[in-house]
């Protein structure tokens, strides 16, 4: 079970640090070379923009499908450990990976982009940007995109669940390295 778990720790961390490394560079400072455009959007022209996108929501989906992704290929790992997990087993598994994409910071992660969409696109690109949602076929784009994204979150894990033996090996062997090296390093008689 303690390999289970760290095995479990290892798939969180590699599913959530792409998210983020993201949200953290984001949310770095600009250098005075990265300094905003002069004709870059205002901060309440990229909230119009982002309200009109619904981005909070679709930060939200995009969680929960990473929630359902890693809770699917937790219980994989689990069950190739444990064939038979117990119901409190995996009530504990599911439990674990709640917890750790429990609670996302939307209002950090939204604070985050606005520099971001501020150093791409200037106050004309929102404007036509908000136009396009404003106008029916944005709109109905805005409606679908949610069912877009849950269809193509779906397809890529089934490429990934494919290819999760050979993830997860690939992991474990690196893990393993790592436990190694340190080991090699602790016995090593220090100079």
């Not at 205002?42 to 619904?54: E, V």
């Not at 929102?126 to 877009?148: A, C, H, N, T």
């Not at 397809?155 to 993830?167: F, P, S």
């Amino acid at each position: 079970m303690k390999k289970c778990l760290l095995l479990l720790w290892v798939m969180a961390v590699s599913l959530s640090l792409p998210l983020a490394a993201r949200a953290q560079s984001a949310a770095m400072p600009a250098s005075s070379a990265e300094a905003l455009p002069a004709d870059a959007a205002t901060r309440d022209q990229i909230m119009t923009l982002l309200d009109m996108l619904h981005a909070r929501r679709n930060m939200q989906v995009m969680i929960n499908s990473m929630k359902a992704a890693m809770a699917e290929g937790a219980e994989a790992g689990l069950r190739k450990k444990v064939p038979n997990p117990t119901p409190k087993q995996l009530k504990t598994l599911h439990a674990i990976v709640d917890a750790s994409l429990g609670d996302m910071p939307l209002d950090d992660m939204i604070n985050a982009i606005i520099p971001i969409y501020q150093r791409h696109l200037s106050k004309t690109d929102v404007e036509e940007i908000i136009r396009f949602y404003g106008s029916p076929v944005g709109q109905k784009l805005l409606r679908e995109q949610p069912q877009i994204m849950q269809e193509s979150m779906q397809a890529g894990a089934e490429i990934q669940k494919k290819r999760l033996d050979e993830i997860m090996s690939n992991v474990e062997e690196k893990v393993q390295e790592l436990v190694d090296e340190d080991e090699n390093q602790t016995a090593a008689p220090k100079k």
